[in-house]
T-cell receptor, first 113, second 113 residues
């Protein structure tokens, strides 16, 4: 069974440019999470989806970050415009509904110069 | 705000040595999870502990959940180079933010042959 797929794996952009990350969760997993992991830190939740609905986006910086999960499967996280402080690894995870185990993708390492 | 403090932050040992890493909080969690993360990959779940005082063993790894469900420890016996990685603890609370994980900063373990 395929795991959580993320692309791209690496992205280098200049500040003020837009960037988007894509995630394909494990088949059958209705819950999808986006995390940000700064260097030397643990992952921090940005947003959680149950199917198409964002049920927890309290930690998402909404002035520059947006996310969508059309049709309740794939998801895209966007940053516009990017700032130097956005450099981090962006992780996607998925799980069955409720308190299911979360499976993480390999992440996208973003460098903003 | 619930926080998880992990110690030590870094640990470098020789193959065959034993080690213990700690995860502490002033808050009570419904359960606590331990993950291992290798460079360029997402975290992978090792174990979930739910009951205060619970001890779980996974080969050479022993996990313990404190009686008050505020702290946990991971003990590795006879460490091997393959144990090298970032060990993260994550607290879970079942409630308004169902299943959301709160991660510690991690312990970076290096086992030298």
């Amino acid at each position: 069974e395929a795991g959580v797929v993320q692309s791209p794996r690496y992205k280098i952009i200049e500040k003020k440019q837009p960037v988007a990350f894509w995630c394909n969760p494990i088949s059958g997993h209705n819950t999808l999470y986006w995390y940000r992991q700064n260097l030397g830190q643990g992952p921090e939740l940005l947003i959680r989806y149950e199917n198409e609905e964002a049920v927890d986006d309290s930690q998402l910086p909404k002035d520059r970050f947006s996310a969508e999960r059309l049709k309740g499967v794939d998801s895209t996280l966007k940053i516009q415009p990017a700032e130097l402080g956005d450099s981090a690894v962006y992780l996607c995870a998925s799980s069955y509904p409720g308190f299911g185990e979360q499976y993480f993708g390999p992440g996208t390492r973003l460098t903003v110069t | 705000t619930q926080l998880l403090e992990q110690s030590p932050q870094f640990l470098s040992i020789q193959e065959g040595e034993n080690l213990t890493v700690y995860c502490n909080s002033s808050s009570v969690f419904s359960s606590l999870q331990w993950y291992r993360q290798e460079p360029g990959e997402g975290p992978v779940l090792l174990v979930t502990v739910v009951t205060g005082g619970e001890v779980k063993k996974l080969k050479r790894l022993t996990f313990q959940f404190g009686d008050a469900r505020k702290d946990s420890s991971l003990h590795i016996t006879a460490a091997q180079p393959g144990d090298t990685g970032l060990y993260l603890c994550a607290g879970v609370n079942y409630g308004g933010s169902q299943g959301n994980l709160i991660f510690g900063k991690g312990t970076k373990l290096s086992v030298k042959p």
